[in-house]
């Protein structure tokens, strides 16, 4: 890569402007250097010539034309100079005044309306110029009334736009077709370090275990680029300090719990069936914390094929006698690790039959997401308490009896796959009563 592509983005940015201006001025030079020279100027004798002889004046490439026709419409307003003039023209005819017609033909577009804005309205005789014959003919144009009742137009041939506007449009045209290309090479080079950062970010937001920043680009992307690789790094070990620091806590736990199983033999009858059901209850409650703290660690990603994966986990409960069923179901694969997902879906589905007494699937694609649809009939849960049921060891409201076992890290470690995967779970009251379990993930490329 270039010095000039890792220097900071103040330094590119000036360059960027620094070498604008300077091409911009080159263009205005070349631009001024290929127009015509100045060439002679038309006279009043000119027009008058033009006007006896109905003949087009060249001078130098420049023409002044002649025009047979009726009246022009419009000349009618005369300013200051335009009645000097008509005067002027007519003396060198030698025909009345009113056989003669000057519009005031400014280059610059608007020019001519402007000058009749601003220019009254001129009664009364006015003079001719003095030496009519030489005065210079510009940015006018005149029409003289023929023998036959018809008029003939004299004026300038100039761009519809007059010089001054072909200069400004020619300089422009050169301006976008130089700079234009020059400015879209400078911010694609520019925004490509910063767009592959962006996306980067957003794969390692999804737990993508391969995301990996790469130091290029300006130098404010690359210093920002290995700050978030080392706190992507300090995470990543922090998390699995933490998974390791659970699972020795569990050991250590299980380990007394097995003797209190030994002890508990001894004791009377009607007391030992109570020490038991505690026991495993915290036995569950430390493998429910251990799978959640897993969870939440970096995942292995394949391409997996969802519907048959929900299809068969479908199955395997309904071969149970659990009354789960799988409707519409699109075709969809998505990049997950397999064990996590089989648990996420698994929780689910074990909600659903384990509180409502059976669940219906819909799989479906929105855009570039998987969506899972879990409904139950059950009784559901207050709104105020749908969010809160996804923090960790939260069981619901009075209508979860406590009998049905869990320990309310469910749906917590439901959620912490679901995100570590790019994705999402949430929970629907549903209209006709029930719960909908809603899991987002995003489909794969190669997702039909």
């Given at each position: 890569?270039s010095r000039l592509?890792?220097a900071?983005?103040?330094v590119?940015?000036?360059g960027?402007?620094?070498a604008?201006?300077i091409?911009a001025?080159?263009i ?5 250097a290929a127009l015509?020279?100045?060439?002679e100027q038309?006279?009043?004798g ?6 006896r ?5 060249e001078?130098?490439?420049q023409y002044?034309?002649?025009?047979v026709g009726?009246?022009?419409s419009?000349w ?9 003039a008509r ?14 017609l000057?519009?005031?033909d400014?280059e610059?577009p ?6 009749r ?5 001129v009664?009364?005789p006015?003079p001719?110029?003095?030496d009519g014959?030489?005065v210079?003919?510009e940015d006018?144009?005149?029409a003289v009334?023929l023998?036959?009742?018809r008029w003939v137009?004299i004026a ?7 010089s001054a ?6 300089w422009?045209a050169v301006n976008?077709l130089v700079?234009g290309p020059?400015?879209?090479l400078?911010?694609?080079?520019l ?5 592959a950062?962006?996306?980067t970010?957003?794969?390692?937001g999804?737990?993508d275990?391969s995301a990996s920043?790469t130091?290029?680009g300006p130098s404010e992307v690359r ?5 978030l690789?080392?706190?992507q790094r300090?995470i990543?070990a922090?998390?699995?300090e ?6 020795a806590i569990?050991h ?8 209190l ?6 004791v ?5 069936e109570?020490?038991?059901?505690d026991i495993?209850r915290m036995?569950s409650?430390i ?7 897993r969870?939440?660690?970096?995942v292995e ?13 479908v199955?395997?409960?309904a071969?149970?006698?659990a009354k ?9 694969e ?8 089989r648990r996420l879906i698994?929780n689910l589905?074990?909600?659903a039959?384990?509180y409502?007494?059976?669940a219906?699937c819909r ?7 998987a969506v899972?649809l879990v409904?139950d009939d059950g009784?559901?849960?207050k ?5 809160r049921?996804?923090?960790p060891?939260e ?7 406590p ?5 309310g890290?469910g749906?917590?470690?439901?959620r912490g796959?679901?995100r ?9 009251r549903r ?18």
């Amino acid at each position: 890569m270039s010095r000039l592509a890792r220097a900071p983005l103040f330094v590119q940015a000036i360059g960027l402007v620094v070498a604008t201006v300077i091409i911009a001025q080159l263009i205005t030079l070349a631009t001024v250097a290929a127009l015509p020279g100045v060439h002679e100027q038309f006279t009043f004798g000119d027009v008058a010539g033009a006007a006896r002889s109905l003949t087009p004046v060249e001078r130098q490439g420049q023409y002044l034309t002649v025009f047979v026709g009726a009246r022009p419409s419009g000349w009618e307003r005369d300013s200051m100079v335009e009645r000097r003039a008509r005067a002027t023209l007519a003396q060198l005819l030698d025909v009345p005044e009113e056989n003669v017609l000057i519009d005031n033909d400014v280059e610059v577009p608007g020019g001519d309306l402007l000058m009749r804005l601003t220019a009254p309205a001129v009664t009364g005789p006015v003079p001719p110029m003095d030496d009519g014959a030489d005065v210079m003919f510009e940015d006018l144009a005149a029409a003289v009334r023929l023998a036959d009742g018809r008029w003939v137009v004299i004026a300038t041939a100039t761009h519809w736009l007059g010089s001054a506007g072909f200069l400004m449009l020619l300089w422009l045209a050169v301006n976008i077709l130089v700079l234009g290309p020059l400015a879209w090479l400078f911010t694609r080079r520019l925004v490509r370090p910063i767009r592959a950062f962006a996306e980067t970010a957003e794969a390692a937001g999804r737990g993508d275990p391969s995301a990996s920043f790469t130091e290029a680009g300006p130098s404010e992307v690359r210093k920002a680029a290995r700050a978030l690789d080392e706190m992507q790094r300090r995470i990543a070990a922090s998390v699995e300090e933490r998974t390791r620091l659970i699972a020795a806590i569990a050991h250590d736990l299980r380990t007394p719990l097995t003797r209190l199983r030994f002890r508990a033999e001894n004791v009377p009858a009607d007391q030992r069936e109570k020490i038991v059901a505690d026991i495993e209850r915290m036995d569950s409650m430390i493998g429910g914390v251990l799978a959640f703290a897993r969870g939440e660690t970096r995942v292995e990603r394949l391409r997996l094929d969802l519907t048959a994966l929900v299809q068969s986990m479908v199955d395997d409960l309904a071969e149970t006698g659990a009354k789960v069923s799988l409707g519409e179901a699109a075709a969809i694969e998505v990049l997950a690790d397999p064990i996590a997902l089989r648990r996420l879906i698994g929780n689910l589905l074990d909600n659903a039959v384990r509180y409502a007494g059976g669940a219906r699937c819909r799989l479906l694609r929105e855009k570039d997401e998987a969506v899972l649809l879990v409904e139950d009939d059950g009784p559901g849960i207050k709104e105020e308490s749908l969010e809160r049921m996804f923090t960790p060891f939260e069981r619901g409201d009075a209508a979860r009896d406590p009998a049905t076992g869990g320990v309310g890290l469910g749906l917590a470690l439901a959620r912490g796959i679901a995100r570590a995967h790019g994705g999402d779970v949430r929970l629907v009251r549903r209209k006709q009563g029930g719960l909908c379990a809603e899991l987002r993930l995003p489909a794969s490329d190669g997702a039909g």
